[in-house]
Every structure is written in C-alpha cells, then in structure tokens.
C-alpha cells in the first residue's frame, strides 16, 4: 500500500527548467497551471536524458510506503533522488503477536502454510520474550530467533521521499516487472499531481526549443 503525503516543486521546477536558456518569457505556465508548450519542453529534456531533465529532480514527493522486505531489497537500489525512514523491526517487531496481514502471499497455499507452519513459531517466540521480562538471555534468544525466522514477506511501513526523476526510472525500468508491488507503484504513480511528467513518452512539441 502507498499513501501520498505531500508533493512540491512543481511550479519552481519549471521556471528553473527555462534557466539555461533565459526563457523565461516563452513560459506558457500560468498561476500554477502548466501550458503545453512547458510540457513538451520538459518532456522533450525527460527523453535527452537524465543530465538534461534536471527540473524534475526538484519535484518531491513524499508518501507512506508498506511493502514485504523483498520489495524494499531492489528498491533499496535507488538512491539517488530517494531518501527513507523505515519503521525499526529491532525495536518494535516484540511489541505485539503479528498476523495474515503483517505479510505479503504469492498465493493461497503460500498463505496456508504459512498460517499453519511460520507464524504460529514467530508469534510463540514473542510470547517468550514479552514473558521473560526479567531473564535477559531467554528474552535475547528469543529475539534472535524471532528475526532469524522472520521471512522476506514481512511488510515493513517506511515514509519515503523521491524526486519525479528519481520516479521516472522507477516507472519505466521496472515496467512489466514480476513482482505486483512495482506494478503497484506505477499505478500509483499516475494519481499524483502532474504524473504526465513522470510516465510520458512522446508530446508533440508546439515550438521547436533548443535544449
């Protein structure tokens, strides 16, 4: 699940975009609404490369991200343009029993077994370690063994920043991806403000510009 908090920069991005040129006065974006002309020139600079859409890199967005650890493995590969406060699992994981919903399934009988076979042992664990209050090494094996059982398909709740340029990446490198999480934020990705900035290809330019 992806909850947008906040997204910034959109206007001062594309007065900073005409910067280069000093083309402010062929800006056709007007009190925070983006002109057809502005969009072709930022898509135009999107498709010559990332050295050229600098503007996009001023775009932020922050949201609410809970995604299974596996996901946030090849997220993690994103770091420029991304920042991220993840919840801690060391020092909240003990704080109550998990459920169904704390993880992600490929499927009904991946789901079965786990239910029956994994989280009955995690949630035994932390029954230890909130028991042994008083017993530092019982409760310091069971926390380790609640983290060596835990499997990849923990969800874990991180807010995230990300610039639109970091999000273009995402949005066209991980298209047709396996995994249904990507394919998740790249719906997302078209509910925020603006998205053509992010997901477009090809805008028929209305005035031919230098890059």
Same mark, same amino acid.
């Given at each position: 699940?992806?909850?947008?908090?906040?997204?910034?920069?959109?206007?001062?991005?594309?007065?900073?975009?005409?910067?280069?040129?000093?083309?402010?006065?062929?800006?056709?974006?007007?009190?925070?609404?983006?002109?057809?002309?502005?969009?072709?020139?930022?898509?135009?600079?999107?498709?010559?490369?990332?050295?050229?859409?600098?503007?996009?890199?001023?775009?932020?967005?922050?949201?609410?991200?809970?995604?299974?650890?596996?996901?946030?493995?090849?997220?993690?590969?994103? %770091? !420029?343009?991304?920042? &991220?406060?993840?919840? $801690?699992? =060391?020092?909240?994981?003990?704080?109550?029993?998990? /459920?169904?919903?704390?993880?992600?399934?490929?499927?009904?009988?991946?789901?079965?077994?786990?239910?029956?076979?994994?989280?009955?042992?995690?949630?035994?664990?932390?029954?230890?370690?909130?028991?042994?209050?008083?017993?530092?090494?019982? %409760? !310091?094996?069971?926390? &380790?063994?609640?983290? $060596?059982? =835990?499997?990849?398909?923990?969800?874990?709740?991180? /807010?995230?920043?990300?610039?639109?340029?970091?999000?273009?990446?995402?949005?066209?490198?991980?298209?047709?991806?396996?995994?249904?999480?990507?394919?998740?934020?790249?719906?997302?990705?078209?509910?925020?403000?603006?998205?053509?900035?992010?997901?477009?290809?090809?805008?028929?330019?209305?005035?031919?510009?230098?890059?």
């Amino acid at each position: 699940m992806i909850k947008t908090l906040e997204v910034a920069g959109i206007g001062p991005s594309f007065h900073a975009m005409r910067n280069p040129y000093d083309s402010w006065k062929e800006s056709d974006t007007h009190h925070g609404k983006i002109g057809p002309i502005d969009a072709a020139l930022s898509n135009k600079l999107a498709m010559a490369g990332t050295e050229h859409c600098k503007h996009m890199r001023m775009i932020i967005v922050w949201a609410e991200m809970w995604m299974p650890l596996y996901w946030w493995k090849q997220f993690d590969t994103y %770091r !420029m343009g991304v920042e &991220k406060e993840s919840c $801690s699992t =060391m020092h909240t994981i003990a704080k109550r029993n998990l /459920t169904e919903d704390d993880f992600a399934y490929s499927d009904e009988e991946d789901k079965l077994h786990f239910l029956i076979d994994v989280l009955p042992r995690i949630n035994n664990q932390i029954d230890i370690y909130n028991s042994n209050r008083d017993d530092k090494e019982a %409760r !310091m094996t069971a926390w &380790k063994k609640i983290i $060596s059982d =835990m499997p990849e398909s923990f969800i874990q709740r991180r /807010t995230v920043m990300m610039s639109y340029a970091a999000l273009r990446s995402m949005y066209f490198q991980r298209k047709g991806h396996k995994l249904k999480e990507w394919m998740e934020l790249r719906n997302w990705v078209t509910t925020l403000p603006e998205s053509w900035i992010i997901t477009s290809e090809n805008i028929p330019m209305e005035e031919e510009e230098d890059l």
